[in-house]
């Protein structure tokens, strides 16, 4: 069994399901992401691991040992809040002495263990400080030598950069993966942003209305979506329904046009949803080489945006469809020859191409 | 250039106003200084023997002993009643919560001389029923004066703990932090400004206290306000200053020693 284990969990809040056969394993040392959108139960699955919400159904394993219902402070979780939630009438060093002290340890190592944690997120020069006196970022890493000194069974951290500016996010995500990966802590995270998601973890848990949609290595979730939802939360996707045709064919119910693509999840005549990323798409003036064997649709130019970075192209087909493609800041050049309504043929790889159930 | 005038303007109506709420304290302090035996302008001298004289007459010294006994007793209980009570309302969840909280407020919004003759005319009809006196009583008076007191004591704690990050209690308990440990180390603490500035606020509310207690002393028994409007009905001598200036000295003192604990502007 694994090292943390959710075993189909659920959580009622009043007759209203927030959580649902939510099945999850985590290994020793790993980081894993619980990621959806606002309000899909993150911090509800969270708080169950952490003893502060009740389970309605199903039971939570750490390290071999059922604590379902063992309390909240005998659980050994080390928890970051999202508002730190630091002792606002304790200094940083008391502060990440709490958990030693309740552990009834020793004065002597509770000075070292509370030196070495403060070292290791670079705040022994703010020990005497108030919460009130420090930054965000600092009092980031406050709260996280509080929950890492205690040595827990499991880290928690619920939208640990939420609070913070971007500029800071960035630094601070490589600073909390760097800690994590160093002392081996075995980490569950819950955020809302898939770049944090995609940077930070191992391993990722979509999560939709309560329900765990997919698990998988980032590259993973990313490449192979299991579903429109998935698709759709990271990143974006161009979508066309239609049927399976037979063996790597595909035709769209709008134009009739078919397409290629790997159909090995589903049977001819099944219908499907076919999807492909902007970022994997090209757009020439004439029709792309048929050797290729490039995927093709025809349409017109709707508008171009500037992003820095990329240029977003927003492509009109005779069937009313729209799709969009991002093109690389170095075709610029390309983008601004364009005109509204000048005629474009999109192409892309039938290997970026996936299949998803409608 | 209406920047600058407009920040003269506000400096002037701050200064106005301060001169206006000072000017009555500084005064009452300076005549209680004052030799002569009337009070008028310029005094002839000065002389500490108002002070004296205060502490020698009974019902000054009686009544100053007895309201700093009331208020302490008072101010006490209001914090035994009003502190689990404020938590009740902040974390607890049951039904008439807000008729609960308006309720245990309303003392703050009912004129003194209604309460006061309220609280009287129940206490007589307490009488009539079971023989137990109430009225003119030491009981008595500090029932009526906890009723004072829990309304600042429920405001400032309330205040405390609806500012207080909810998250810092959860955050002990994942710490290994039993409940009941908890509650001392975390709970406590953190609407220590809310405590300090309720119970203050009780003391000086019950210690200052003229309308209610009017209605419920006993004879011989008076407290420091009622003592000081019987004097004033033979007497007009500095006495009655120098008693006054002795509660100036008293809050402010309180005020100023718990200045550190509590930011009065932000417990508002
Ligand atoms: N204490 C609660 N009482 C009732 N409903 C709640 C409570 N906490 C969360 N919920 C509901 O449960 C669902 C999941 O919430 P949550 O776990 O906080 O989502 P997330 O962290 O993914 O944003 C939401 O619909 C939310 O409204
Ligand atoms: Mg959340």
Not at chain 2, 227 to 252: C, H, K, M, R, S
Request: with cysteine; proline share 5%.
């Amino acid at each position: 069994m694994s090292y943390l284990k959710f075993n189909d969990v659920q959580k009622d809040y009043e007759g209203v399901r927030a959580v649902s056969h939510f099945d999850l394993g985590i290994e020793r040392g790993e980081m894993v992401a619980l990621l959806g959108p606002s309000g899909c139960g993150k911090t509800t699955s969270l708080r169950m691991l952490a003893g502060f919400v009740s389970v309605t159904s199903g039971s939570i394993f750490l390290d071999g040992r059922n604590i379902t219902a063992v309390p909240a402070y005998s659980r050994n979780t080390g928890m970051v809040f999202q508002g730190y939630a630091l002792f606002p009438h304790m200094s940083v060093a008391q502060n990440v002495a709490f958990g030693l002290e309740m552990r009834r340890l020793p004065k002597a190592e509770i000075g070292r263990r509370v030196t070495r944690a403060l070292e290791r997120v670079r705040l022994s020069a703010l020990a005497d400080r108030l919460p009130r006196q420090l930054s965000g970022g600092q009092q980031q890493r406050v709260a996280l030598a509080r929950a890492i000194v205690i040595d827990p069974a499991v880290l928690l951290l619920d939208e640990p950069l939420s609070a913070l500016d971007a500029r800071l996010r960035h630094e601070v995500r490589a600073e909390i993966r760097q800690v994590q990966q160093e002392t081996g802590l075995t980490t569950l995270m819950v955020t809302h942003d898939q770049d944090e998601a995609l940077s930070m973890a191992d391993r990722l848990v979509i999560m939709n209305q309560g329900r765990i949609e997919q698990i998988g290595q980032p590259a993973e979730v990313y490449e192979n979506p299991a579903n429109r939802f998935v698709a759709e939360f990271m990143g974006k996707s161009n979508f066309i329904g239609g049927t399976v045709v037979e063996a790597g064919r595909f035709r769209c119910a709008a134009s009739d046009t078919v397409f290629s693509c790997d159909t090995s999840r589903f049977t001819p005549g099944a219908e499907a949803l076919l999807s492909f990323r902007p970022e994997r798409a090209r757009i020439t003036a004439t029709p792309p080489d048929t050797i290729s064997g490039a995927n093709v649709l025809a349409g017109e130019l709707k508008t171009a945006t500037y992003l820095g970075q990329s240029i977003e192209v927003s492509i009109a087909t005779a069937g009313g469809q729209s799709f969009n493609i991002l093109l690389p800041n170095s075709d610029a050049g390309l983008a601004a020859g364009l005109q509204p309504g000048s005629a474009l043929h999109v192409s892309w790889a039938p290997a970026d191409t996936r299949l998803l159930p409608v | 250039m209406k920047a600058h005038i407009s920040s003269w303007s506000y400096r002037a109506l701050v200064f106005g106003t301060m001169l206006f709420v000072v000017t009555p304290l500084i005064t009452v302090i300076w005549v209680s200084f004052f030799s002569n035996k009337l009070i008028s302008l310029p005094p002839q001298g000065y002389s500490f023997t108002w002070y004296l004289n205060a502490w020698r007459l009974d019902d000054f010294r009686g009544g100053f002993l007895l309201s700093l006994k009331v208020a302490v007793v008072a101010t006490f209980i209001g914090l035994v009643i009003a502190v689990p009570a404020s938590l009740a309302l902040v974390r607890g969840r049951f039904p008439g919560k807000s008729f609960i909280s308006t309720l245990l407020l309303s003392p703050m919004m009912i004129p003194g001389v209604v309460a006061g003759s309220a609280v009287y005319i129940y206490y007589i009809q307490f009488e009539l029923l079971t023989n137990v006196q109430l009225a003119a009583t030491f009981p008595g008076l500090v029932a009526a004066h906890v009723v004072l007191t829990i309304p600042w004591v429920v405001r400032l704690v309330t205040a405390s703990l609806v500012g207080a990050n909810e998250s810092i209690e959860e955050a002990a308990l994942n710490l290994g932090a039993h409940p009941w440990r908890v509650f001392w180390r975390i709970t406590l603490p953190s609407v220590r400004p809310g405590l300090i500035a309720g119970g203050l606020f009780s003391f000086i509310m019950s210690f200052t206290d003229l309308e209610k207690s009017i209605f419920l002393i006993g004879p011989g028994s008076t407290t420091l306000p009622i003592a000081i409007i019987n004097y004033l009905e033979w007497n007009l001598d500095p006495t009655v200053a120098a008693v006054a200036a002795v509660q100036i000295f008293l809050i402010g003192f309180m005020l100023i020693i718990s200045d550190p604990y509590i930011k009065l502007s932000r417990a508002f």
